[in-house]
């Protein structure tokens, strides 16, 4: 079984139904050779784009990812990799507290480092990471055509943006922001009546979606047993092996088809999630997920 492929835009890349995400590569404690086996693992499964941050590990993810990507070079024609910039941390000396930056000059060079680590000519897409009070559009554009004219990023998008945010950016851009990387999941509902999502349809977007399960908290917190319980019911209803596949197809059923990202090392919950693309909920058993997250039920 591999999942199937979406294209993100219509003048965009086109991406696997579920992403592979390593934000935290460096908890699984992989050697080189054993992220390279995991790397072809899910490759296999279809699982071809892969979800990077500079800061990711305290800005060593990228790196780490490189050096397993160097053992066998020719991978990188299998996969899509994405980025993303504008956090300055602490982890760096130069920054004296976290803070975000999206100044032209601080997009390029931390664009240039990401090649560098992951040994590559070019980033199939750019995002910026976080909206920044500071953010200058001009600057953010400016920064963003002039890496696409050098070939060092293929497309450009955002993460966490409202509706408002990425129409803005969009405005100083002659090429389309192909996505919006958001966190949704039964916990963090707001997205999906606040018009971020509705906007990813009316232009045609597939949003990527962080942390569908809640950072894992959906599983282990004492407030969500009432939601695994109704997830566990439904989970029997449709025949699915575990709790995430529900999720992730909860996920998946709204109409801007969200591309969740895979938030383990584990090969068994990477299996599971390939199979949650085969789980179909219908609109009651959607609603009931939503109840059962919030408490109450709609007006």
């Known amino acids: 079984m591999t999942v199937s492929r979406l294209p993100l835009h219509p003048q965009g890349p086109e ?23 995991l790397i072809k693992y899910h490759l296999d499964l279809g699982i071809t784009t892969i979800d990077h941050a500079d800061i990711y590990g305290g800005y060593q993810c990228e790196e780490a990812f490189g050096r397993a990507l160097r053992l066998e070079p020719a991978l990188r024609s299998r996969m899509e990799l994405v980025s993303k910039c504008g956090i300055a941390l602490t982890a760096k000396p130069e920054h004296a507290l976290n803070h975000y930056n999206t100044s032209k000059g601080h997009i390029i060079a931390s664009a240039e480092a990401s090649l560098q680590k992951l040994g590559t000519d070019h980033l199939d897409l750019l995002l910026i990471h976080r909206p920044d009070p500071l953010m200058d559009a001009d600057e953010v554009a400016e920064a963003f055509i002039a890496l696409r004219q050098a070939g060092k990023i293929r ?5 966490n943006f409202t509706a408002r945010q990425f129409e803005l950016l969009q405005s100083r851009l002659p090429f389309p922001l192909v996505t919006n990387q958001l966190e949704i999941s039964p916990l963090n509902q707001d997205l999906t009546l606040d018009g971020t999502l509705d906007q990813c349809q009316q232009l045609r977007i597939k949003p990527m979606a962080w942390s569908c399960l809640g950072g894992g908290s959906l ?55 390939v199979a949650s693309e085969q789980v179909q909920l219908n609109r009651q058993q959607w609603f009931r997920i939503r109840k059962a997250a919030l408490g109450y039920d709609v007006p």
């Open 155 to 159: 497309h450009a998008g955002v993460s």
């Open 15 to 37: 991406f696997s139904r579920l992403i592979m995400g390593y934000w935290r590569l460096m908890e699984w404690q992989l050697s080189p050779t054993a992220l390279l086996d």
């Open 219 to 273: 599983f282990h917190d004492a407030r969500h047993e009432g939601l695994r319980h109704e997830l566990a019911r439904i989970r029997e209803e449709v025949g699915a092996q575990t709790l995430e596949q529900v999720v992730y197809a909860w996920v998946m059923m709204l109409p801007s088809q969200p591309l969740p990202i895979i938030g383990s090392g584990k090969r068994e919950r990477i299996a599971s999630a």
